[in-house]
């Protein structure tokens, strides 16, 4: 699964696991690289998504996050979230009605 190659492949921060009616329907990875923050989404039945962001002075795993469910959630408005940290991303998460399993972060 592409979401488990970003794990054992790259200095990962963050794992979700997102579940609906207690079955998992998708994961949340963020992983960093060279001063850049990566996030992959990954809802079971559609291609994942990812995002990513640079630069400093802000939490770039949470700006790579929005990046990342502004294409995995196309039908709903992501609030600006980016650079607030990975709670406001758990938040919006469960407003969508996803259980979030904290796998590791």
Known sequence: MYV????????????????????EVGAVVVYHATQK????????????CEGSAGGGGYDKASAAFEQAACKAFP?????NIGGTGMNRCEQFLL???????RVIG
């Open 75 to 79: 039908e709903v408005k992501v609030p």
């Open 37 to 48: 923050a990566y996030c992959s989404i990954d809802i079971h039945g559609q291609a994942a």
């Open 4 to 23: 488990q190659e970003r794990v054992y492949n790259s200095g990962v921060r963050v794992v979700w696991s997102l579940l609906r009616d207690n079955e």
């Open 95 to 101: 407003t969508l009605g996803y259980r979030v399993i």
